[in-house]
């Protein structure tokens, strides 16, 4: 098995790593318009002009960060210019000033842009929507050194891995005017490795934090293995060398500004340290209390959010027009419809700036009623990641209540590995990178989102491929929202799909990150096997389910007879391993499953497996005797259930 899943954005980013210098970082910029149309407004394009060839000066002013906004809508522009925390003055104001320039040069009439500047690094960005103090990891610039590491391997990556965690902590952990860290860590006797993490400070500490994982993310993905790498997003940059490349003191060149002070005279042209003292202290004095009254109501804020669901924070940008809609979908038409779930039917759309969407139509009559609608919102709008299916935006009028998502134009992962025919198209390297994608979308859930999430409906029908059949895990209408200290919760309300339910929640309501952890286990042993749990084709007369089927071969040495015959393999050893992964997840005993961030280690890296025990035995519920079918009992075994009595 590969080290690492490579999809084709990765696969891009290793092509773009290719054409970078040995420690080079260049100019790059990108003209987004996927918001909204090109700006046809003259007075927009003056106002994006004015603003942008005022950041560079006011950035130095106020300490290398700067947020400004000009005009009124709908011809209002936001900006917003952050250079590296070591820049000098004169390096941030020539990075700001070219990378404002080359924006206005190369995208002239774009309502949105963004320029990352040379090495000392700066982030200009521009749009016309307010993105200030939002977490937003698109678009992307990365790139690496040519050369591979040729010393230990092992020792490295727990060198790498070790400081890049410090310095995730140290930047997030910064100021509202400087998130920023530096550091270095002995990799040999000879050598070092030394680093560089950066957030807008206008963003949370556990965005800042999401931001800088996601891109040391990428740059495994892209890059591991290189002798040094780069990553830069809107709000935040990464990049390590085994050279020093950032100013040797820790401290920035450029400090905030209620850390420096102007050219204070007094006759002689200096004032007393007396009254220097007097004014430090105050100001200090000052900055702390804000700073707690800040820290108070951030936290009442946030567990007002976890605590209370039923509140939307109704951003304009995510808000649709339900005229905008029906324009979209041609009134809901039938030959628009991609499908129908529990909960709805959903169609296809397209807005008038052309992009396609899809759009959940929550029925009248379905078991989720507006709070589950306002729940599935509420989470959606705080999650970004490229294993996540995208929320853009949702409507609420009357009777109506709409959500809208990106278009992903392969279906559901349950059309191809449940199809006689498409099933032939998913070799093994697909598969593993759908494994590994619906892992890490999962971990971000659990470990790495705002709030811990628990999904509790992971199914084949839920997981959504792209054009690339990278995986988008999508419907989380069922999702419990936990803080982030809780470990477990119980609920007399039992949601989700018989099959992939965990047997603690299903007898008795608990329900914690194990129980997406066995429906995650269900999901490789369907994807291994091309065979529904409830479905799985049997010589022997006695009932089984796969994950019968799967521990009883493990036990007698047979798994192999598991796999999907139609997959063209040189070596099973890959798959078995997956299979035992599998195994593990689905273990009867709630503690002996891993978490998800123990799976990931266990499919990227070459570690030592445990043995797994005896899974839960998840056999079919009764069916009645009008419903003898193999179909009926496969049907009743996989729809999905809003409510049973908890024993």
Not at 383 to 412: A, D, M, T, W
Request: proline share 3%.
């Amino acid at each position: 098995m590969h080290s690492r899943s490579i999809d084709l954005i990765n696969l891009l980013l290793i092509l773009y790593c290719m054409l970078i210098g040995i420690g080079t970082l260049t100019n790059g910029q990108e003209c987004n318009d996927s918001t909204g149309s090109f700006a046809t407004s003259r007075v927009f394009i003056e106002n994006r002009n004015a603003i942008l060839l005022s950041l560079a000066s006011n950035a130095t002013i106020n300490g290398g960060f700067y947020t400004a906004t000009i005009g009124q809508d709908p011809n209002k522009v936001y900006a917003l210019a952050l250079c590296r925390g070591d820049s000098s003055s004169a390096d941030c104001a020539s990075c700001v000033n070219s990378g404002s320039k080359d924006i206005i040069s190369k995208c002239p009439n774009h309502k949105e842009a963004i320029a990352w500047g040379a090495d000392p690094p700066c982030i200009v960005r521009y749009a016309g929507r307010n993105f200030i103090g939002k977490l937003e990891l698109l678009p992307i610039k990365a790139g690496s050194n040519l050369k591979n590491i040729t010393w230990n391997l092992t020792q490295f990556n727990q060198t790498w891995e070790s400081l890049m965690d410090s310095l995730v902590k140290k930047a997030s952990l910064g100021s509202s005017r400087l998130k920023f860290a530096t550091g270095e860590a002995n990799l040999t006797y000879l050598r070092k490795i030394y680093a560089l993490m950066q957030c807008t400070p206008d963003i949370s500490q556990s965005n800042c934090e999401i931001c800088l994982r996601e891109s040391m993310a990428v740059y495994e993905s892209c890059c591991h293995g290189k002798q040094g790498g780069n990553v830069q997003r809107p709000n935040c940059i990464f990049r390590w060398e085994i050279f020093r490349f950032f100013d040797a003191t820790t401290a920035p060149s450029i400090l905030p500004p209620e850390l420096t002070n102007g050219k204070i005279t007094k006759e002689s042209g200096r004032i007393a340290s007396r009254s220097i003292a007097i004014i430090v202290v105050s100001a200090i004095s000052f900055m702390a209390l804000v700073a707690f009254i800040c820290g108070i109501f951030h936290i009442r804020k946030s567990k007002q959010r976890i605590r209370n669901a039923n509140r939307i924070e109704t951003a304009e940008p995510f808000q649709f027009d339900l005229r905008t809609i029906k324009v979209a979908t041609n009134n809901f038409s039938i030959d628009r419809k991609l499908g129908q779930g529990g909960f709805g039917a959903v169609y296809k759309g397209k807005l008038p700036n052309g992009r396609d969407i899809a759009v959940k139509r929550l029925s009248r009559d379905s078991g989720q009623g507006e709070q589950e609608f306002k729940n599935e919102v509420l989470v959606l709008t705080m999650l970004q990641h490229r294993n996540l299916v995208r929320l853009l935006g949702f409507c609420l009028k009357g009777n109506e209540r709409l959500l809208i998502y990106e278009f992903v134009p392969n279906s559901s992962l349950d059309n191809f590995i449940f199809d006689p025919i498409k099933h032939l198209q998913l070799d093994w390297e697909m598969r593993y990178k759908i494994i590994l994608g619906i892992a890490r979308g999962i971990l971000y859930l659990h470990e790495d989102s705002r709030l811990r999430i628990i999904h509790r409906d992971l199914k084949a029908s839920n997981i959504l491929l792209d054009v690339e059949m990278n995986p988008k895990i999508s419907d989380f209408g069922m999702a419990r929202l936990f803080d982030m200290d809780q470990t477990q919760g119980n609920t007399s309300k039992i949601v989700g799909t018989f099959g992939y339910m965990a047997p603690e929640y299903v007898k008795r309501g608990h329900f914690s990150i194990k129980s997406d952890v066995f429906s995650f286990g269900v999901l490789v042993l369907e994807i291994i096997s091309g065979q529904k749990n409830s479905c799985f084709p049997k010589a022997e007369e006695e009932a089984e389910d796969l994950l019968t089927y799967t521990w009883k071969n493990w036990k007698e040495g047979t798994a192999a007879k598991i796999i999907d015959p139609s997959l063209r393999i040189e070596s099973d050893d890959d798959v078995m391993r997956c299979i035992q992964i599998g195994l593990l997840c689905v273990q009867e005993n709630v503690a002996n499953r891993p978490t998800m961030a123990s799976v990931i280690l266990m499919l990227t890296r070459s570690l030592s497996l445990s043995v797994p025990s005896q899974p839960a035995y998840f056999m079919n519920p009764t069916v009645s005797d009008q419903s003898n079918s193999e179909y009926d009992k496969c049907s009743l075994y996989e729809a999905s259930i809003t409510q049973l009595n908890s024993r």
